[in-house]
Structure formats: structure tokens, C-alpha cells
């Protein structure tokens, strides 16, 4: 009778009180293949921050920027797949850069494991004030009358706001330098010093900038106009239809993560990311949900994506070194 009467309690524990090997049990890392300030960080400090509220564990943010992703991608592939280590991996680690590097130091479907795709950052073509252009097609013309003097930024090579620029050139038919940065945050303060004349910013490391007046705003890169400055044409609207590149953000586990773990750093990402501060907080900054039910679901994304970017880039000739 004592065992009847116990079930009903022992059946409503929730998994982790049952588990024999109780998870998390230790501090959690989560890498960010980018340098500090950026939408990536920002985006992983705030899911982070919700993560250790609900695990009782510290979620320890590792930055690791370097080698367009590459140094974190490493540094995950190395780690133990115990579920308490992930990293956040994005449009351009995950789908670009095993397109754009002739033989990329890691294997995307090999060495990791789905979590959750979590949002859309969305980009804004952003210039210094000094640049005599305040339009889609001033830029076009002014590039086309200095040949090579314009250098654009990015967070990395092989990342969204990279793509963005390779192939707006392309489309527009002009020739721009790119300067590839450890991410968004350093290539934005090099922007604010004159010494890049723009950079396809995420709307996290530009938009108080604009604000400020110290930059100045010329299209969204997206498929739609941002709702908060609806003012600002999209890059498509603003000559030269077609156009729009998409920045993601997603979390990955080192390949032989426990499904279980996997399945719980999915539904406490997505969880985190429908909490009113995190979804207010980060849409300030351009940042928007975009959640997968499953991380079967991601993965398939990640494939979808890988594909459709290598068609891009082979079509219009963009390779790495």
C-alpha cells in the first residue's frame, strides 16, 4: 500500500530529481565564437542569464572569437559531450563557412549535434557621416566613381554581414574591400573612428549609434522594414530588388551529447526566449525569435541553409583562402 501511495509522487518529480546522475551538476559553458558586444554575445548572455536561474548552475558565457569561428567551433568539437558545454553557432559558422573554406577544420554534420535555432538578427547598411552618400543608389554611384576605396567591415570572414557585402557588390556591380573583424563590436568601433566606411551591421551593435547620429542608417538588409525605424527602406526597395541576406543564431552540442540533455537545452532556450524582458529586451535591438519545435527540426534548417548558401556563393565566385 506504502508503494501505491508513493508512485503518484515519485511519477510528478520532474526528470532531473529521478535521474540517478542528476543534470546540470556542475557549470555550464557556452561558447561564443565571437568577440564580446555583438548580437551573438548579447543574445547568448541573455539566454544564459535565464538558463542558471532555471538549472540552480552558473551558465559561464566563453568568449572565443578568432578564425572566422573557427577557434570556438574547435574548441567545441574538443570538449566533453556531457551537455555541459554548447556553443552558440550562427548563419555563417554553420552554413557559410563550411561552403567558403576550401577544406574547413571542422565537419558541421560530423563533430556536432542540433540544439535550437533561436533568432533572426536583423542587418542594417550603416555608413560613417563623413561618406557623402544617403541612399542605396549614392552608395552604388560612389563606388563606382572610386573603385576599390570603399572598405566595408565584418564580424568575421564568412559570416552574414561578410555575405551581405560580397554580394551586394555583386548586384550592384561595384568593387568594395572587405576588412574582416573578431567580431561585430570591434569592426563597429573601427566604423566610428573612419577607418571602414561601413559595415552590414547588426542592428544590435548599430542602432544606438544611429540614434547618437554618429553613423548613418541607408537600408535594412533584410526582406522586410524594421518596425521601430520604418522609415529605412530595405536594400531590395532601395535598388536593387532581390536583395536580403537573413542573420541567424542558433546553440550547438559537441556530437555524443546525450539526446536528453540536448532535448532540455532546447526547451530552456526556447523557454528563455519567450520570456517578455528577454523577447522586449532583445527586440530593442532588431533581435526576434524565430524557434524550431524540435532540434531534428534545426538540423534539417542547417542543411536547408548550408545548401542554399553554397549555390550563393558558388554562383556568384566568393571563396576563402
Known amino acids: 500500500m506504502r508503494i501505491l501511495i508513493l508512485a503518484p509522487i515519485l511519477a510528478a518529480l520532474s526528470p532531473l530529481a529521478q535521474a540517478a546522475d542528476p543534470y546540470p551538476n556542475k557549470p555550464i559553458r557556452l561558447i561564443v565564437p565571437v568577440a564580446p558586444g555583438g548580437g551573438a554575445d548579447i543574445t547568448s548572455r541573455a539566454i544564459a542569464a535565464k538558463m542558471a536561474e532555471a538549472f ?3 551558465v559561464i ?7 572566422g569561428g573557427v577557434v570556438g567551433m574547435l574548441t567545441l568539437a574538443r570538449s566533453t559531450p556531457d551537455g555541459h558545454t554548447f556553443s552558440q553557432g550562427g548563419i555563417g559558422i554553420l552554413a557559410v ?6 577544406k574547413p577544420p571542422y565537419d558541421v554534420a560530423r563533430d556536432f549535434v542540433p540544439i535550437a535555432r533561436a533568432v533572426s538578427a536583423l542587418n542594417m547598411l550603416v555608413v560613417h557621416p563623413t561618406l557623402p552618400v544617403h541612399s542605396v543608389k549614392d552608395l552604388i554611384a560612389y563606388a563606382k566613381k572610386n ?3 570603399l572598405n566595408y567591415g565584418s ?3 564568412g559570416r552574414a554581414d561578410h555575405l551581405a557585402g560580397e554580394i551586394f557588390g555583386i548586384m550592384a556591380g561595384v568593387k568594395m574591400q572587405h576588412v574582416p573583424y573578431k567580431g561585430g563590436a570591434p569592426a563597429m568601433i573601427d566604423l566610428l573612428g573612419g577607418n571602414i566606411q561601413l559595415i552590414f551591421a547588426t542592428l544590435s551593435t548599430s542602432v544606438m549609434h544611429v ?5 548613418r542608417p541607408i537600408a535594412m538588409t533584410s526582406a522586410r522594414r524594421w518596425e521601430q525605424m520604418p522609415d529605412i527602406p530595405t536594400v531590395a526597395e532601395a535598388g536593387l530588388p532581390g536583395f536580403e541576406v537573413d542573420n541567424w543564431y542558433g546553440f550547438i552540442g559537441p556530437r555524443g551529447t546525450p539526446p536528453a540533455r540536448v532535448a532540455m537545452l532546447h526547451r530552456e532556450i526556447n523557454r528563455s526566449l ?3 524582458d528577454v523577447k522586449a529586451r532583445l527586440g530593442t535591438l532588431g533581435i526576434v525569435p524565430f524557434l524550431l519545435p524540435t532540434p ?3 538540423g534539417d534548417y542547417i542543411r536547408a541553409e548550408t545548401k542554399k548558401y553554397g549555390k550563393v556563393l558558388a554562383d556568384a565566385g566568393i571563396h576563402g583562402e
Open 56 to 58: 540552480g548552475q552558473q
Open 61 to 67: 558565457v566563453d568568449n572565443r572569437p578568432g578564425g
Open 97 to 102: 563557412v563550411p561552403n567558403f573554406t576550401p
Open 147 to 149: 573603385p576599390g576605396r
Open 155 to 157: 564580424s568575421s570572414a
Open 211 to 215: 540614434k547618437a547620429g554618429k553613423i
Open 274 to 276: 519567450e520570456m517578455p
Open 296 to 298: 531534428e527540426a534545426f
